[in-house]
């Protein structure tokens, strides 16, 4: 009797929540169909993909195509370059978007706000081709703003910033970090603005200072956000920003040590010989390990704080 | 109320705004610069056992400019007769070369409609090796239908297209050879060196030590002048090795007159090569942006700030790189005529695996081996239009049209099938096309002349063997670096890449080869 009822209720519930199932309905189908329906297609990178005889036809080749990712002394130095990347833009890209997203919030003029707004989140927009070639305009040697007026100003010798590795990653962080900030802290801003203004207003009864309220009460009710976005940006660890690793260094070999990137180097290496197999053998490599440490630190996660986990 | 009526009226537009996206377009090749290919229109057509059923064929070339603003016109006159001599239709698919490549792997792999396509760019052997194109002489395809293709090519350079015996592509009338060691100069820049000029043919052949003399006394009249420009393929051009299977790993040398493969890079040729570019560098002949800068070498020349570059020797060059340029250019060669292995396969024009209808693909190459007309309307457009006979019998441009206004111009009458039954353009000689034909009959022939080379069973050492070339091929051979130093270092790298593993992979491929075609 009571199951019948509550069967009634649970029943009487969906029906009237329909509309808002339907409405979900062709995004699950899109999400169904481009996201889900490929899945079995990963096999592809345990196979000898022959087009003739097409993907599910072709011959296993078992492991076979993942050598290439561990064989090489290469191999060791994409999969470091890859991960102190996410890292440092991880920890760097967060902490900047915190701090611009709380300067932001405390901007009283409206307009002032709406245009610095507008305005750092433009570099995200654009396109990666573009922003190689504004890097180009700063670091060319013939023509560069920072050899031809910054460096004599300050009295350095120009270098060959193209030719000389080590100075990239610090490079291509700072690149990466003015594109990804505007972006990034709008999230962060939009949390902020969703705090009770209650609480500031206590704090400054009480007597706090304006970096005591931040330190007290912005961080710790943003904690809960923050710790979702790493979480998530620690499921694409393996993954990089191509047009970021390949265009901004104008894919010159002599800078390869510190800017190879495990999708950088699966794409000049396989350019030439289309293998179909092997590229997917990358992709299926940097997805699982994404997906292990996605599960592992959300477990972790929990252990310390059960809200804040993602799942 | 008004303001609900505007609401209105809004949705109204941006409806009909969607709808009208959704059209097809008119089912031609992309627009000048595009690089887009049509879904809809042309696709391979139906088996054509009906008389009288126009089968539909979909063309896929490159040229460097991306497709002509007057394709569709083109298209259209070539159908004309097409239609009429052996009942197909096509669609010219035309790609910028920059995406050329990405863009056919793709179509290929979709299954999308393509059903002639040239090769340029390496997609002949990657495209073999997926077993996406056809064999040509299945049922007696090519006998059947191609016979004008055999003798207007030539049985030796149609084998020559064969990798393990199977022939997937058809190669074309060109000039197969190529003047090694040469390099374009600005005429203007070499009178001012009181440099005498031969009064030989178009190309002076002089000594690389004369060459070096002439960098140093334009230097010297013009030191704010970028006197060499290297590119990616200058190595190459400027040797005489061979590059088996179209890769510098593994190669050989002297103009391959034996079947010995050998390591480039270890080669005295290689530092020596390495140590005359790293001098340029240090003299200031070359520019610190040179590995940075993709700016075409012809570009930089048509601004004025290049004075040379490396280039491919073959009768008519001087007036092609005129016409690039637009300064009148020497062409200096230091080194012989050579066909390389790979060049007779360089880019073959193929029938990929998603054509349905491989009779008609096979007429309509026939045809344009054979037909003067549709070469003639591919080549250089339409008669009246884009070119005119003049009165010496050349082709030239109409009255008020040039390079920059001309509606159908790409530079890439070399790629068509039978450049030979074509007209001479202006500028060359009248029997341009007998001299290439000499040409290609005088050169050194290498000994592994149609050899191919299969890459898969040395994938993974392939891989990384690219990363570490292309790791140091600007520094070391555009001269920013010491080449002592580097390039040992690196071949250590090179070899702990698996360089040797493959450099065996191909001797054993070659010497396979060699008893297929019983020449050990």
């Given at each position: ?87 440092a833009f991880i920890v760097i890209n967060t902490a900047l978007a915190i701090i611009v997203a709380i300067i932001l919030s405390e901007l009283a003029a409206k307009r002032l706000k709406k245009f610095t ?195 | ?98 995406s050329y490549k990405q863009q056919m792997t793709l179509m290929l792999t979709g299954n999308e409609p393509l059903d002639i396509m ?403």
């Amino acid at each position: 009797m009571e199951q019948a009822i509550s069967k009634k209720r649970t029943l009487k519930k969906i029906i009237s929540y329909a509309p808002i199932y339907l409405m979900m309905l062709p995004g699950l189908a899109y999400l169904f169909i481009n996201n889900y329906m490929p899945l079995p297609g990963l096999v592809v990178a345990f196979k000898d993909y022959n087009a003739k005889k097409g993907i599910y036809g072709s011959d296993w080749a078992g492991f076979k195509n993942f050598t290439y990712l561990f064989k090489t002394d290469d191999a060791w130095i994409i999969t470091r370059n890859t991960i102190l990347y996410n890292l440092a833009f991880i920890v760097i890209n967060t902490a900047l978007a915190i701090i611009v997203a709380i300067i932001l919030s405390e901007l009283a003029a409206k307009r002032l706000k709406k245009f610095t707004q507008s305005a750092i989140l433009l570099p995200y927009l654009i396109s990666s081709v573009i922003i190689s070639y504004l890097v180009f305009a700063f670091l060319s040697s013939e023509n560069g703003f920072v050899n031809n007026t910054l460096l004599p100003l300050l009295g350095i010798t120009p270098k060959n910033w193209y030719a000389e590795p080590k100075y990239w990653p610090f490079i291509l962080i700072f690149v990466n970090a003015w594109k990804s900030v505007g972006y990034n802290c709008i999230i962060y801003l939009a949390t902020i603005i969703g705090i009770d203004r209650e609480y500031y207003e206590a704090a400054s009864i009480d007597g706090a200072t304006k970096m005591q309220q931040i330190r007290h009460i912005t961080l710790p009710l943003i904690v809960p956000v923050v710790t979702m976005l790493t979480l998530m940006a620690i499921g694409r660890i393996f993954y990089s920003d191509f047009g970021l690793f390949y265009q901004v260094p104008q894919n010159q070999g002599a800078l390869y040590s510190t800017t190879n990137t495990i999708d950088t180097y699966v794409y000049r290496g396989l350019l030439q010989q289309s293998n179909i197999s092997m590229s997917s053998a990358a992709g299926v490599y940097q997805s699982i390990v994404g997906f292990i440490l996605v599960l592992g630190s959300n477990l972790i996660v929990r252990k310390f704080n059960k809200e804040n986990a993602l799942f | 109320m008004k303001r609900k009526i505007f609401v209105l009226m809004l949705a109204c537009v941006m409806v009909l705004g969607l709808l009208a996206g959704c059209s097809s377009d008119s089912g031609s090749s992309s627009s000048s610069g595009g690089n887009e290919s049509s879904s809809d229109g042309g696709g391979s057509g139906d088996s054509g056992e009906e008389p009288g059923e126009i089968a539909k064929l979909v063309v896929a070339f490159a040229t460097f400019v991306g497709a002509p603003a007057d394709t569709l016109a083109i298209q259209e006159a070539m159908n004309e007769i097409s239609r009429e001599k052996i009942g197909v239709e096509v669609e010219l698919l035309i790609t910028d070369y920059a995406s050329y490549k990405q863009q056919m792997t793709l179509m290929l792999t979709g299954n999308e409609p393509l059903d002639i396509m040239n090769t340029l760019g390496g997609l002949y052997v990657t495209s073999i090796q997926n077993g996406q194109l056809k064999d040509l002489e299945e049922d007696g395809l090519l006998e059947t239908y191609g016979q004008g293709i055999i003798d207007a090519i030539g049985q030796e350079y149609i084998d020559a297209c064969r990798v393990g015996g199977v022939l997937y592509g058809l190669p074309n009338n060109r000039d197969m050879a190529q003047g090694r060691g040469c390099a374009a100069i600005r005429t203007d820049l070499l009178e001012e060196t009181g440099y005498e000029f031969q009064n030989g043919g178009e190309i002076e052949k002089i000594s690389l030590e004369e060459l070096n003399n002439i960098y140093a006394a334009i230097h010297e009249l013009h030191p704010e002048l970028e006197i060499y420009r290297p590119v990616v393929g200058s190595m190459g051009q400027f040797s005489n090795v061979d590059q088996l299977g179209g890769n510098p790993y593994g190669v050989l040398m002297d103009y391959g007159a034996t079947l010995d493969v050998v390591n480039l890079f270890e080669t005295d040729y290689y530092m020596e090569y390495c140590q005359r570019i790293h001098d340029y560098y240090n003299k200031g002949y070359i520019s610190p942006d040179a590995a940075t800068d993709s700016t075409a070498v012809t570009e930089l020349v048509k601004a004025g700030t290049l004075a040379s570059y490396t280039t491919g020797g073959k009768p008519g060059i001087k007036a092609q790189e005129t016409n690039l340029c637009g300064y009148d250019m020497t062409i200096v060669q230091t080194l012989g005529d050579y066909i390389a292995s790979s060049s007779v396969a360089g880019f073959p024009w193929t029938v990929p695996e998603n054509n349905n209808d491989s009779v008609a693909a096979m007429k309509f190459l026939n045809l344009i081996y054979t037909d003067a007309d549709m070469m003639n309307l591919i080549s250089w457009g339409i008669e009246g239009q884009h070119y005119v006979i003049n009165d010496e019998g050349f082709a030239d441009f109409p009255e008020g049209v040039d390079a920059t206004t001309s509606g159908y111009i790409h530079s890439m009458g070399w790629m068509f099938p039978n450049q030979f039954i074509t007209h001479v353009w202006a500028g060359n000689d009248a029997d341009l096309w007998d001299q290439i034909k000499t040409f290609n009959k005088e050169a050194n022939k290498s000994a592994a002349l149609g050899f191919a080379f299969d890459s898969t069973k040395v994938s993974t050492e392939y891989t990384a063997v690219v990363n570490v070339y292309e790791e140091y091929q600007k520094s070391i051979e555009y001269g920013l670096t010491d080449p002592t130093v580097a390039i040992p270092e690196m071949n250590e790298r090179l070899k702990s890449a698996g360089m040797e593993i493959i450099i065996n992979e191909k001797i054993e491929q070659l010497n396979q080869w060699a008893i297929d075609m019983g020449k050990a």
